[in-house]
Each structure stands twice: as C-alpha cells, then as structure tokens.
C-alpha cells in the first residue's frame, strides 16, 4: 500500500532545491514564487530572473538577456495589438 502522506513535503523539498548554484537563496522571495504569485509570462519571468541574478552569476551578460527578453515582450505585445486592431476594424 502507498504512503499517501509521502508527497506531502514534495513541494517544499523542490522549492529549497536550487541547481546550478545558490545564487537566489539569499533572496526572501525566490524569483519562481514571484514570477508565478503574480501570473507573469514567459518574457516577464526571464527578465526578473535575470536582473535578480546578474550580480552573483551572469554579470553583463545577463544583463544583455534582459534587454534582448524586454525587446521579445515588446515585439509580442506590438503583434497582438496589430491583431486585435484588425479584429476591430472587421467588427466595424
């Protein structure tokens, strides 16, 4: 028979777990509980994970992340007032 309290402490082991370094420990809110409290998307996510980062692991490289992930989400949000513009326009 299956233990069903064995998975009780599965969400928080997988939380404290961290691979590749600690580089968001010291933080009192990790980057994922942010980015998924607050229903962010993809490009929203990977830029606060970034620019939370860019002292203790990436430098200036994760700051170009940033930027090119900004251009990403401003490119998206652009596409899709083009597309809701022509829904409008047929809707006339």
Known sequence: MTDVNMFDDFEKRTKDRQVGGRHYKGYAIQPYDFITDNNLNYFQGVTIKYI?????????????????????EITRLRKNKRISDKRKMRKV
């Not at 939370?52 to 251009?71: A, F, P």
């Open 52 to 72: 939370i980062r860019y002292l203790e692991k990436g430098g200036e490289q994760d700051l170009e992340k940033v930027k090119h992930y900004c251009d990403l």
